[in-house]
Structures are given as structure tokens and as C-alpha cells.
């Protein structure tokens, strides 16, 4: 099992030193163009999972109507429930799969970015092992610098639930991103921020709706939440 | 708005504070591999745990160590092989510190900050200590650690500087070999490579070696740097080059050992180590000792490179260099376990974990 996983990641950073190379030795250049391949090939799997996190929050209301309803009657709730998700088309779980198959290749893009700019000599030696001999002679040196989270939760019920962890994630991940090296604090902010294009293209504003009204921007109300927050459907 | 105005307060006390937090905390002890140097009866190593020890090297009981055992201070770890000149024992930290420790008691000479982490062993030259440290070398008197003066390579330093006839050599990762005035730290002339220097460069006879990231070894003239030779292989060469008599031995990442004549440049051999060389090798009474990545000691014959033992598998990578004294041949193995193995069969006399010594 490690040595499948040792050959994936190392086709990875192989891959990543291979645009190292082909952008003039750029690695903040070749980390972007490297994240965001990887998020185009995952596309699919990410629209999936988009699409079904948004088809659980519309139906978000309709739940919480059903567990007034049924409030003393647990066993009828959940029959309720499951008959809900079964006339909207919607697999409870419907987000889990496409995020179970995406996983190991984000721990993958991460690990890669991480070995191929090492900070200590036995960092080196660890890409040593794992790199292409064609390649050997791409070696990015780390760098560090602040990086802030750009991150946010979809919907305004979640950013309620969430507020203080949108506090700390931040603080956290720049703290996480300063002993680390410079290339995952891009990566970071690249996945971030083509996570949230695609997210704007599923789900539309959500939460940041409200935020953007507040500094001037032309947004529709909040009540038109089932409009999409501005997107045109 | 009044609720966005204090969010982004917030966002900047948030970030006031983790700069703050960041400053006192400074950064994380890196992984290092711990070397060994034998001098007499005694055995000096370094450690992970950042603590110095003096072990009797013929049994492996612990004489002293520094700091004691009962102090809680660290140097964090201890990549290179202390260096003992004269009773005095010389090491760099990732601490950041150069220190000089009595040989015989384990007790403080003198401490020198250097600001920046020590990967490299120092050289020590007629009273001076030259240290690489960050992207620095620094020349210090070597009986009071008072600072001579000081060079910027603005890369990492990670090999150890070699000093001969009034001149400093000293590699970087910023590909380059820069040759320095022993007495004043000026710089004499570079030289480009076409990859990262992160093993120390050797002087002999006239020529300065050095591996780089290319996959090459350079000779280069140690007066006008003007290029010798090239030697090849087919990956990295960490490991400093070793010049024996007329013979170059060059280890390289590529799991080989080479073998080329210094004046004609041809190859006189390769030995398969099955497993990727950063150490560099050691050479005592004609057999070579090769460490390997994968955990493998050879001892080969320096003329033929034939196996004269059955190599000695210590199970975890030896990253550091052996040394051959005594009639015997010690190593650390990652995880500070120190072997002393006999010097001409392999056969192992004793071990020790430096973490349960007591």
C-alpha cells in the first residue's frame, strides 16, 4: 500500500517539478498552474459534491419543519425524512463519495508541494528519494511568508454556527502557514480560491452576500436566498 | 457596517497577536542525524534530542554529557560530528549556537550565537574555528568564541568549510563555491555550478573538489578557480568527494560509489551500494566504509571496491560518516544508536541508544 501511494505522490511531484522547469523555475508560478490543473481534473467530482451540499441546504426548512412535526416520534421523523430526500432526488450522502475520491489527491497535491521545497537536509533527502532522475537538477529552496485564510462557510445558517471558528481558522492556518514552507501558503490561497470560483458557480454568493452589501456592493436582498444570492440560474 | 468594522478590528488584533505569538514561539526543531568522532579512548557524539555526550570507546558507557542529565536546556539536535582540537570540543546546534565544551568533563567553555542553524561540522585552523551557520560563515577565535569576521552567502550553508593555505571553501545552496581570505573573510572568487552545494568541499594537492546537485563533481584549481575536471554521476553528490593517494572516490544519491583516477579523470570503478550515499566515505589502511541511506555499512576493498564483509545492516538509515579508530569502526544509525563494529569484519562489538543511556 505504501508503495502505491509512495508512486502517486511521487508522480505528483514529479509532475510539479516538470512545470518547475517548464516556467522558467518559477515555483510560485508552477504551484499555482499545478493546483489549479489538479482542481480542473477533480472538477466534476467537486460540482458533484457542490450540488448536493446545496440540494440538502434548500432543503434545509423543510427539515426542520418535519422535526417540529414529529418532534416525540423519532422513528416516524427519520421515515419522514428519508421520503423527503427520496421525492427531491437527494442522496443524504451524496457529498461524501465525490470527497472520499478527491481526498487522497489533495493529501497527495499537499505532500508534493511540501517535499519538493524542502527546509532542512532532511527534507532533501526525502525528495531525493522521490524524485525523477530527468528532474534532478530542479531544486526550488523554501522560503517563508504570512499567509490569511480565504476561506468561508457556504451559507448564512452555517456562518451563524461558525462564526468563531471563521475567527480562528484564519489565525490558526496563518500561524500553521508561518513554520511552514511559502509554497503550501500558495497552494493555500490557490485552492482557496478556485474552491471558491466553483463554489460561486454552484451555489452562488451564500453567505459572503450579505457581507458585500454591507461595504456597498450591489446585492440582492437576503431574503431572495432562493434566487441565489445574484447568480442567475 | 458598524458589524464589518469590527470584524476586520478583530481580523487585525487576530493578526497582531499570531505575529506576536509566532516571534516567542520561533520556529520548529527540524529532523537532524546525529555523527560520531572518536579521539583516544573517548567517542564525542551529537544527538536528535540536542544533547553532547563523551562515551568510553571501548565499551560504549557514557562518560559525561552536556547538557547534564538533570538540566532541562536542549540544544534542539546536532547534525554534525563534534570536532576536538586540543581537549576542547567544538559543535553547532540548530539552536543556532556554536559551542566549546572541556573534552574531558563535558563542562562550557565558551557559547557563540550564531543566528541561523548549524548543519555543518566546524574546521578548526591554526587557533580559528570557521562555523557555517544560516547562510553564513563566521571565523572565531577558537579559545574565547570572539567573532573574527563574518560572510553572507544569502543560501543555506549546509557543508562544511575547508580551510587550506590561507583560503576558505565554502559551498552553497545557491549553487555557488566561494572561496574566502582565511584572515579576513573577503572574497577571493566564485564559482557557478549547475546545481545546489550542500556537502563540503575538500583541498587536495593544489584542487579544490566539490559535488553539486548537477550530478557532478568539480575540480577546480584552488588558486583561479579555473575548471580541471568534471566528474559525473547520475544523481546528486551530498557527500564531500574524497581524494586517497591518485584516486577520487565520489558518493552520489544514486546508490553508487565512484571511483576515478585524479589526473586523467578515467574511471577506475563503481560499487552498487543498493542504497542512496550522502555520507561521505571513510578511508583507514586501505578499506573504504560506505553508509547508505538504507541502513547498509560496506567495507570495501579501496583498490578493487569488492565487499571485503558482509555488510553490517544497522536497520535505520546512517546519514553521518563512520569513523575508524581503535581497530574498530563506529557509526550512528538515525535514532542515535551508536555501533562500534570490528574495523575489518563488520562484526559488531556494541551498541548503544544515546536515549536510554543513564
Same mark, same amino acid.
Given at each position: 500500500?505504501?508503495?502505491? %501511494?509512495?508512486g =502517486?505522490l511521487?508522480l505528483? #511531484?514529479?509532475?510539479l517539478?516538470?512545470l518547475?522547469g517548464?516556467?522558467?523555475?518559477n =515555483?510560485?508560478?508552477s504551484?499555482v ?23 440538502s ?10 422535526q ?5 416520534d ?5 421515515e419522514e425524512q428519508?421520503? #423527503?430526500y427520496?421525492?427531491?432526488g437527494?442522496n443524504?450522502l451524496?457529498c ?7 481526498f487522497?489527491? %489533495?493529501?497527495?497535491?499537499y ?8 527546509d532542512?537536509?532532511?527534507q532533501?533527502?526525502?525528495l531525493a528519494?522521490?524524485?525523477?532522475p530527468?528532474?534532478?537538477?530542479l ?5 517563508r511568508?504570512?499567509w #490569511?485564510? #480565504? ?8 456562518a ?5 471558528m471563521e475567527?480562528?481558522m ?5 500561524f500553521?502557514t508561518l513554520?511552514l514552507a511559502?509554497?503550501l501558503g500558495l497552494y493555500?490561497?490557490t485552492t482557496n ?7 460561486? =458557480? ?7 452576500a450579505?457581507?458585500l452589501?454591507?461595504?456597498?456592493g450591489?446585492?440582492?436582498a437576503?431574503?431572495?436566498k432562493?434566487?441565489g444570492?445574484g447568480?442567475?440560474? | 457596517?458598524?458589524? $464589518?468594522k ?6 487585525l ?9 509566532s ?6 526543531a527540524?529532523?537532524?542525524w546525529?555523527?560520531?568522532?572518536v !579521539?583516544g579512548?573517548?567517542l564525542?557524539?551529537?544527538s536528535?534530542t540536542?544533547?553532547?555526550?563523551? +562515551?568510553?570507546a571501548?565499551t ?6 552536556y ?6 536546556k536542549s540544544?534542539?539536535?546536532?547534525s554534525?560530528a563534534?570536532v576536538?582540537?586540543n581537549d576542547v570540543?567544538y559543535?553547532g546546534a540548530?539552536?543556532?549556537y ?5 573534552a574531558n568533563?563535558g ?8 543566528g541561523?542553524?548549524i548543519?555543518a561540522e566546524?574546521?578548526?585552523?591554526d587557533?580559528?574555528?570557521y ?6 560563515v563566521?571565523?572565531?577565535?577558537a579559545?574565547?568564541g ?5 560572510f553572507v552567502a544569502n ?6 568549510p575547508?580551510v ?5 571553501? /565554502?559551498g552553497s545552496?545557491?549553487h555557488k563555491?566561494y ?6 573573510g573577503?572574497?577571493?572568487w566564485?564559482h557557478e555550478?549547475?546545481g ?10 593544489g584542487?579544490?573538489? /566539490?559535488?553539486? $546537485?548537477?550530478?557532478? !563533481?568539480?575540480?577546480l584549481?584552488a588558486?583561479?578557480k579555473?575548471?580541471r575536471?568534471?566528474?559525473t554521476?547520475?544523481?546528486w553528490?551530498w557527500?564531500?568527494p574524497?581524494v586517497?593517494?591518485d584516486?577520487l572516490?565520489v558518493?552520489s544519491?544514486?546508490?553508487? +560509489?565512484y571511483?576515478?583516477d585524479v589526473t586523467?579523470?578515467a574511471?577506475?570503478?563503481t $560499487?552498487?551500494a543498493?542504497g542512496?550515499i550522502?555520507?561521505t ?6 578499506l +573504504?566504509?560506505v553508509?547508505t541511506e ?6 570495501l576493498?579501496a583498490a578493487?571496491?569488492?565487499a571485503k564483509?558482509?555488510? $553490517?545492516?544497522?536497520?535505520?538509515p546512517?546519514?553521518?560518516?563512520? !569513523?575508524v579508530a581503535n581497530?574498530?569502526?563506529? /557509526?550512528?544509525?538515525?535514532g542515535?544508536t551508536?555501533?562500534?563494529?570490528d574495523?575489518?569484519t563488520?562484526a559488531q ?6 536515549a536510554k543511556?543513564?
Amino acid at each position: 500500500m505504501s508503495q502505491i %501511494w509512495n508512486g =502517486f505522490l511521487g508522480l505528483m #511531484l514529479n509532475s510539479l517539478m516538470f512545470l518547475y522547469g517548464l516556467l522558467g523555475r518559477n =515555483f510560485a508560478l508552477s504551484i499555482v498552474v499545478f493546483t489549479v490543473l489538479v482542481r480542473v481534473v477533480t472538477l466534476p467530482f467537486t460540482i458533484q459534491q457542490l450540488r448536493s451540499t446545496k440540494a440538502s441546504q434548500d432543503m434545509q426548512p423543510k427539515l426542520a419543519e418535519l422535526q417540529k412535526k414529529y418532534k416525540g416520534d423519532k422513528e416516524k421523523l427519520a421515515e419522514e425524512q428519508m421520503k #423527503l430526500y427520496k421525492e427531491a432526488g437527494v442522496n443524504p450522502l451524496g457529498c461524501l463519495v465525490p470527497t472520499l475520491i478527491q481526498f487522497p489527491i %489533495w493529501i497527495g497535491l499537499y505532500q508534493s508541494i511540501m517535499n519538493a521545497a524542502p527546509d532542512n537536509p532532511l527534507q532533501l533527502l526525502n525528495l531525493a528519494r522521490h524524485i525523477y532522475p530527468q528532474f534532478t537538477h530542479l531544486v526550488p529552496l523554501n522560503v517563508r511568508f504570512l499567509w #490569511l485564510n #480565504l476561506g468561508r462557510a457556504a451559507t448564512p445558517e452555517q456562518a451563524a454556527q461558525n462564526q468563531s471558528m471563521e475567527l480562528m481558522m484564519p489565525m490558526m492556518f496563518g500561524f500553521i502557514t508561518l513554520q511552514l514552507a511559502s509554497g503550501l501558503g500558495l497552494y493555500f490561497v490557490t485552492t482557496n480560491i478556485v474552491g471558491m470560483v466553483q463554489q460561486y =458557480f454552484v451555489s452562488g454568493l451564500g453567505g459572503l452576500a450579505p457581507l458585500l452589501r454591507g461595504i456597498g456592493g450591489k446585492v440582492p436582498a437576503a431574503g431572495s436566498k432562493d434566487k441565489g444570492y445574484g447568480r442567475k440560474k | 457596517m458598524n458589524a $464589518f468594522k469590527a470584524r476586520i478590528g478583530l481580523a487585525l488584533v487576530a493578526l497582531v497577536l499570531l505575529v506576536a505569538l509566532s516571534g516567542c514561539m520561533g520556529t520548529p526543531a527540524a529532523p537532524v542525524w546525529s555523527s560520531v568522532d572518536v !579521539v583516544g579512548s573517548k567517542l564525542f557524539t551529537g544527538s536528535q534530542t540536542g544533547r553532547v555526550y563523551a +562515551l568510553d570507546a571501548a565499551t560504549g558507557s557514557k562518560t559525561w554529557q552536556y547538557p547534564a542529565a538533570e538540566e532541562k536546556k536542549s540544544l534542539v539536535g546536532t547534525s554534525p560530528a563534534p570536532v576536538i582540537v586540543n581537549d576542547v570540543l567544538y559543535i553547532g546546534a540548530l539552536d543556532s549556537y556554536v559551542y566549546a565544551l572541556d573534552a574531558n568533563t563535558g563542562l562550557q567553555r565558551w557559547a557563540f550565537a550564531a543566528g541561523g542553524r548549524i548543519y555543518a561540522e566546524a574546521t578548526v585552523v591554526d587557533g580559528k574555528l570557521y562555523a557555517a551557520a544560516g547562510d553564513k560563515v563566521f571565523a572565531l577565535d577558537a579559545s574565547n568564541g570572539a567573532q573574527q569576521w563574518e560572510f553572507v552567502a544569502n543560501q543555506p550553508i549546509w557543508g562544511r568549510p575547508a580551510v587550506s593555505q590561507g583560503k576558505v571553501y /565554502v559551498g552553497s545552496l545557491n549553487h555557488k563555491l566561494y572561496c574566502l581570505d582565511a584572515a579576513t573573510g573577503q572574497t577571493q572568487w566564485e564559482h557557478e555550478t549547475g546545481g545546489a552545494i550542500a556537502g563540503g568541499p575538500v583541498v587536495a594537492g593544489g584542487v579544490v573538489y /566539490v559535488g553539486s $546537485f548537477d550530478n557532478k !563533481v568539480y575540480a577546480l584549481d584552488a588558486n583561479d578557480k579555473s575548471v580541471r575536471r568534471e566528474f559525473t554521476t547520475g544523481h546528486w553528490v551530498w557527500a564531500s568527494p574524497l581524494v586517497v593517494s591518485d584516486t577520487l572516490y565520489v558518493a552520489s544519491l544514486d546508490k553508487k +560509489l565512484y571511483a576515478f583516477d585524479v589526473t586523467s579523470g578515467a574511471p577506475r570503478g563503481t $560499487f552498487d551500494a543498493k542504497g542512496m550515499i550522502r555520507a561521505t566515505p571513510t578511508y583507514a589502511d586501505g578499506l +573504504l566504509y560506505v553508509a547508505t541511506e538504507s541502513g547498509t555499512l560496506w567495507v570495501l576493498d579501496a583498490a578493487t571496491l569488492q565487499a571485503k564483509a558482509p555488510p $553490517f545492516e544497522a536497520g535505520k538509515p546512517i546519514l553521518g560518516s563512520a !569513523v575508524v579508530a581503535n581497530g574498530l569502526v563506529y /557509526v550512528s544509525a538515525y535514532g542515535d544508536t551508536v555501533y562500534a563494529l570490528d574495523a575489518q569484519t563488520g562484526a559488531q562489538r556494541w551498541n548503544v541508544a544515546l536515549a536510554k543511556l543513564k
